[in-house]
């Protein structure tokens, strides 16, 4: 049993489709979130610019006393190796693998649809890990650059024409490649879920990796004994590394629920440690 908090990052508020389902599977769990505001989008950087972000707000969580952290970003997810993870002095995931894994097991016919930001999709990230669990999965992948900035501006109603534009012409690989099943791989998607289902239709599983994520931390917490006594009653706290007046509104679209935020800054990188 452990009381600490579960640390969650992500370059904005997409990690909070993840948050939200950590508190319904884990309503005792307390949780700290930092969202790296001031430098969203991570997708359209540079792989070392990526990799050097993600190290800060690995700093920056590793400093609250977390139990464990979780990359609640696609992109970040993506290009976090072992060079940093393994200097952690408490476990860390990323979303790649456990969606990879509820992937696998839902197809059915073998053909798994991607879509994401440019640089996880670019990394190919998803498709190695599903390909590690059952080579003979077929993927096709499409990036999505314009889907972050429509969620964050709440374009998200089901009939909104502008969005289902978008997506129409993001879906078409997969809805002419046959996937049965569809990775939303970037945890800003599965407020489009309803949408994207829609223009799909019902032969197409939608893996949420906010929900898979949550799934494989509650395994993860029971057999590493690390879970909170608690059953109810967990608390969260939030951090942005930059003021904004748009967080708030966008993150109660993921939470359903308001919220407040503190202002914090990432420290300096893990590498800075082997070099001070």
């Excluded at 599903?130 to 990036?143: F, K, R, S, Y």
């Excluded at 939303?184 to 599965?190: A, D, K, M, R, V």
């Amino acid at each position: 049993m452990d009381q600490r908090p579960i640390g969650v990052f992500d370059s904005g508020v997409g990690g909070l489709s993840v948050v939200r389902e950590l508190c319904r599977l884990l309503p005792g769990e307390d949780i700290v979130y930092f969202g790296d505001v001031g430098r969203v989008p991570y997708g359209t950087r540079s792989r070392e610019v990526i990799y050097r972000y993600a190290s800060e707000d690995l700093r920056f969580l590793r400093d609250r006393n977390v139990k464990l952290i979780i990359a609640a970003c696609g992109t970040a997810s993506s290009v976090i190796d072992s060079a940093l993870t393994d200097r952690l002095p408490m476990p860390y995931t990323g979303v790649i693998e456990p969606t990879a894994r509820a992937a696998a097991a839902a197809t059915r016919n073998k053909k798994v649809g991607i879509i994401g930001t440019d640089a996880t999709i670019r990394s190919g990230s998803f498709v190695r890990a599903l390909h590690a669990i059952d080579p003979a999965i077929e993927t096709v992948g499409q990036g999505c650059a314009l889907l972050v900035p429509l969620v964050e501006n709440g374009y998200i109603d089901f009939e909104n024409k502008v969005t289902r534009l978008v997506l129409e012409d993001y879906l078409r690989p997969i809805r002419e490649s046959g996937a049965d099943t569809l990775i939303l791989g970037c945890t800003h998607f599965p407020l489009l879920a309803p949408i994207i289902g829609d223009m799909l239709g019902e032969g197409v599983t939608l893996i949420d990796s906010g929900a898979a994520t949550a799934g494989y931390i509650r395994e993860l917490l029971r057999q590493t004994g690390l879970e909170n006594p608690r059953t109810e009653g967990g608390v969260q706290r939030y951090y942005i590394s930059e003021h904004t007046e748009t967080f708030a509104r966008t993150a109660e679209l993921f939470l359903g629920h308001g919220i407040t935020a503190e202002y914090a800054v990432a420290e300096l990188p893990l590498e800075a440690e082997e070099q001070a």
